[in-house]
Structure formats: structure tokens, C-alpha cells
């Protein structure tokens, strides 16, 4: 498996484990509609929260929640319409990203609620 590929499971594991702990019900990961793919969805006090995990294991190129493009908050607004239509959530809806930056000692977790609509 590509650096890249297990570094990116292992962040998903990371931000359900941190979101999990936070209270947050996980329903489904890596969800995909056409060629949207949703890494978390989770749920919290009525709120659907469809969660972007980025990991890196440097800011060098920058932050990871800095790779958040428009384009993809496009795709992920297509898949959070579909799965609200296919479970007719009928309550609030939010879109979160969790940035986690890898080092030797482990991961570093910022959570970013509302990062965008």
C-alpha cells in the first residue's frame, strides 16, 4: 500500500476515534455518491455532520484543511444532498473538516465545525 494511501486510513481512524470520543455517533465512512466521496458522516445533538478528513505528515506544502478546494466542498455538498435524500435526515446539517498533521509522536487533531455551506 502507497504512503500516501495508509497515512490517509490512518488519519480517518484517527478523526472517527477523535469524533467518537467527542460524542459524535458515526454512521458511515467513506460514502460515496458519483464521484463525491464523503470520508465521515457522523451525527451529534440532531446535527448531520459530513466531516473532509485531511492528513499530512508535514506542513511544508501547507496545512492539510488548506486542500479543502472549492471543488471539492462542491462534490461533498452533491453527496450530502443525496444522502439526505436517500435517509430523509429531516434536521440541521453541518460540514466539518478535521486537519491532522502525523508525526512520530502520534497525531495532531484540529477540528474545524462549520468550515463551510
Avoid: C
Amino acid at each position: 500500500m502507497a504512503h500516501n494511501t495508509r497515512l490517509g486510513q490512518q488519519g480517518e481512524d484517527a478523526a472517527e476515534a477523535y469524533l467518537r470520543a467527542k460524542g459524535y455517533q458515526v454512521l458511515s465512512r467513506n460514502y460515496r455518491y458519483r464521484r463525491a466521496e464523503v470520508d465521515l458522516i457522523a451525527v451529534k445533538d440532531k446535527i448531520l455532520v459530513l466531516v473532509e478528513v485531511k492528513t499530512r505528515s508535514t506542513h511544508y506544502f501547507g496545512y492539510p484543511e488548506e486542500a479543502v478546494t472549492p471543488a471539492k466542498e462542491e462534490l461533498l455538498l452533491m453527496a450530502a444532498d443525496n444522502y439526505i435524500e436517500e435517509t430523509n435526515w429531516q434536521h440541521d446539517v453541518r460540514f466539518d473538516i478535521i486537519s491532522i498533521l502525523w508525526q512520530k509522536s502520534g497525531p495532531m487533531i484540529w477540528h474545524f465545525e462549520d468550515a463551510f455551506h
